[in-house]
């Protein structure tokens, strides 16, 4: 039998968190492991309770989730992070993302695809909307410069490693990759690993990022 996937909700709401611990307990390979109710919990909640994702709010009081996002992920071997939020009222979800937060999903995303995002971004799949990521980023300020810049990075990567950056920008899977530059899933792996090197990233979502950035507006 496959290991559950431990989960951890972060939400300043209880009826939140109440109604997503209700909605993963019905999925057979998710396990809500504990519940935290603001970002400044969330350290201690990870080391004592070891979740292989975090499910995050942004707006929470003391410490919000951008900020833990970072926190988290900048300590040694992190749970991936998803942010939950809802598009319209939070403009911040672009900045979780480039915290580090693998995926984000909107708050009334049906349960069965929030139970989807999680299993894969536990594979290592971005959960990323090219549409509603361009959005995201053509309402953030200084686009012009933004993408000037997010060239620049890219001109750091040799030919081989920013096809494969594009594609994962395009949101494919190292499978899609492999079979559209004609490589094995091996070599994509090791082109992902040089990226990271090369630009200080730390998941395929930043690239995705980066490469859409890059993109004519």
Do not use: Y
Request: glycine content about 6%.
């Amino acid at each position: 039998m496959t290991t559950p996937l431990r989960v951890l909700l972060v939400d300043d709401d209880p009826l939140v968190r109440s109604g997503l611990a209700l909605m993963l307990g019905g999925a057979h390979d998710v396990e809500v492991v504990g519940e935290a109710a603001d970002g400044d919990e969330v350290p201690d909640a990870v080391a004592d309770l070891a979740p292989d994702l975090v499910l995050m709010d942004i707006r929470m009081a003391r410490v919000d989730g951008i900020t833990a996002t970072e926190n988290l992920r900048a300590a040694p071997r992190p749970p991936e992070v998803v942010v939950l939020t809802t598009f319209d009222s939070d403009d911040n979800v672009l900045a979780a993302l480039r915290a580090g937060a693998s995926a984000f999903l909107l708050k009334d995303t049906p349960p069965a695809d929030v139970v989807d995002a999680l299993r894969r971004v536990a594979r290592g799949e971005p959960v990323l909307s090219p549409q509603v990521t361009r959005r995201l980023i053509e309402a953030a300020t200084d686009a012009a410069s933004r993408r000037q810049r997010a060239r620049r990075r890219l001109a750091a990567l040799s030919d081989r490693e920013r096809d494969v950056a594009r594609a994962i920008g395009a949101g494919q899977s190292n499978a899609e990759v492999a079979r559209g530059l004609h490589m094995s899933v091996a070599t994509v792996k090791a082109h992902v690993t040089h990226i990271f090197t090369k630009l200080d990233l730390g998941n395929r979502t930043q690239i995705a990022l980066l490469a859409q950035e890059a993109e004519p507006g």
